[in-house]
Nanobody, 115 residues
Framework: QVQLVESGGGLVHPGGSLRLSCAAS????????MGWYRQAPGKQRELVAA???????NYADSVKGRFTISRDNAKNTVYLQMNTLKPEDTAVYYC?????????WGQGTQVTVSS
């Protein structure tokens, strides 16, 4: 079993920054991708950013140039650095680990961008 624990969400003013973390534990293996998704009220969950075990990344168009995903394989942790935050970034952010067979989700962390 794999557990994902997210942290770093909160309330921030427009233009501000936050850094999300997601630590994985359990039977992870060595080849897995990790990603961040978000779900705003009344909307579907969408991919924000993802990173492969080799370090390749991809981003949603709406966050390119503002968000950066990274990972520390020694700590089994993925990060999402979010800069120049906008009110439309407000959502619950979820971490996802995609293994060779199964995928796992974190519990989510709320990010609110408001003045």
């Amino acid at each position: 079993q794999v557990q994902l624990v997210e942290s770093g969400g909160g309330l921030v003013h427009p233009g501000g920054s936050l850094r999300l973390s997601c630590a994985a534990s359990g039977s992870i293996g060595s080849h897995y991708a990790m990603g961040w998704y978000r779900q705003a009220p009344g909307k579907q969950r969408e991919l924000v950013a993802a990173i492969t075990s080799g370090g390749s990344t991809n981003y949603a168009d709406s966050v390119k140039g503002r968000f950066t995903i990274s990972r520390d394989n020694a700590k089994n942790t993925v990060y999402l650095q979010m800069n120049t935050l906008k009110p439309e970034d407000t959502a619950v952010y979820y971490c996802k680990l995609t293994g060779t067979v199964l995928s796992y989700w974190g519990q989510g962390t709320q990010v609110t961008v408001s003045s």
